[in-house]
């Protein structure tokens, strides 16, 4: 029986569910051990709060990320937020629009929390790497508290992580210019299990980074050691035009299309390159057999080397056929080529080249 994955929460949830707990400490001065906030997605989640402090004037708490069943970086880490009161605005400060009476929330990030310092992203340089819809559930939840209580006052919000720093080198967010933590995320609250959303959410970051750089052309890669070998074989382009889509193919593609970029370098390994040359829009879904019979059929309408025939029709996998082969030439062609001609599929005007890596880091093919 297939099991059911379970989903978790964004940070984006976890920081406006640990802002609306200080912030309930701070207006009541009691303790609080849980709070409900409402998610953008719709419907409510629990939190329960840990770390409690507070003051007269000010108040804190954490909420530990579940991401569920999602292999997510975040996952465990603490969420925290300090809610401090501020004296209410002095007559000449007070909101010229008619808004006079709400209160004023202050967002910003401490330890473990990235600054933005590249452009094409949510958020602008310069700006905690809070995205919007965070910013404005962080700001809904502490208002709601006070509403009633502080009319024209204002209270600031810092909203930290104290790993941070160290979780987000396993991340891509210093190539995307997010420097010295973690990006407080999220649009519904909600984190789906084994969601490729995570990904194809980064691919659009990044090329919207590469874009707003100014990039001219951008190199997609299956993975860091394909982009490692582009990075040194195409050693113009800069570091925001190197984008891992992992493996969303035609996803990344299409994203390409959108933003104008229509020669894109795709840079991968033998075995990737062959699932892309055979249509698979995800080139983590298809069983390796019927691509090695495919690809038999290709060498044979190609007219290619009978030892070549013989070893893709006696091979078990395509990394296999690589290697034995010796990055035979024809075969490395065959296989660009068509790689190129499935990639215009997925993206109507795309011409992609292609840069096939070896299993050593080194270039074997380019077209």
């Not at 000449?92 to 990030?109: A, M, N, T």
């Not at 600054?115 to 094409?120: A, I, N, R, W, Y």
């Not at 010295?180 to 980074?209: E, F, H, M, Q, Y």
């Not at 860091?224 to 050693?235: F, G, N, P, Y």
Request: glycine letters at 10%; a negative charge; aromatic letters at 4%.
């Amino acid at each position: 029986m297939k099991k059911v994955l379970r989903s978790g929460y964004t940070t984006g949830a976890c920081a406006a569910a640990a802002s609306k707990g200080a912030a309930l400490m701070l207006m009541k001065q009691e303790f609080v051990s849980e709070v409900t906030i409402e998610l953008p997605g719709g419907g409510s989640a629990n939190f329960q709060l840990y770390g409690q402090f507070f003051t007269e004037k000010s108040a804190a708490c954490y909420v530990i990320k579940d991401a569920g069943d999602d292999p997510d970086v975040t996952n465990g880490a603490e969420l925290h937020a300090a809610v401090n009161r501020n004296h209410p605005q002095p007559p000449s400060l007070k909101d010229p629009l008619g808004l006079e009476g709400r209160i004023s929330v202050v967002i910003e990030g401490g330890t473990g929390i990235g600054k933005v310092t590249k452009p094409g992203l949510a958020v602008p340089p310069g700006e905690w790497a809070i995205n919007p819809v965070p910013r404005r559930m962080i700001k809904d939840a502490v208002s709601e508290v006070f509403e009633h209580q502080s009319s024209g006052s204002s209270l600031h919000v810092v909203i930290s992580i104290p790993d941070g720093e160290l979780r987000a080198l396993k991340t891509l967010n210093n190539r995307l210019g997010i420097i010295g933590g973690l990006s407080i995320l999220g649009t519904t609250g909600i984190v789906r299990p084994i969601s490729a959303k995570a990904w194809t959410d980064t691919i659009n970051a990044a090329l919207d980074v590469a874009l707003a750089c100014g990039c001219n052309n951008i190199v997609l890669s299956t993975g860091r050691t394909s982009e490692m070998v582009a990075q040194k074989h195409i050693a113009s382009l800069s570091e925001e035009a190197f984008i891992m889509m992992g493996d969303h193919v035609a996803y990344a593609l299409r994203a390409c299309l959108q933003r104008g970029f229509m020669h894109p370098v795709l840079a991968c390994q033998f075995a990737k390159m062959l699932k892309i040359a055979c249509g698979h829009e995800n080139t983590h879904a298809a069983a390796s057999k019927l691509d090695l019979a495919v690809l038999l059929g290709w060498a044979e309408e190609a007219a290619i080397s009978s030892e070549i025939i013989a070893l893709i029709s006696e091979a078990n996998t395509a990394r296999e056929i690589a290697i034995t082969s010796g990055f035979n030439d024809d075969l490395m062609d065959l296989v660009a080529g068509r790689a190129r001609e499935a990639a215009a599929h997925h993206a109507i005007g795309i011409e992609v080249q292609t840069l096939l890596c070896d299993y050593a880091g080194e270039v074997v093919g380019k077209q």
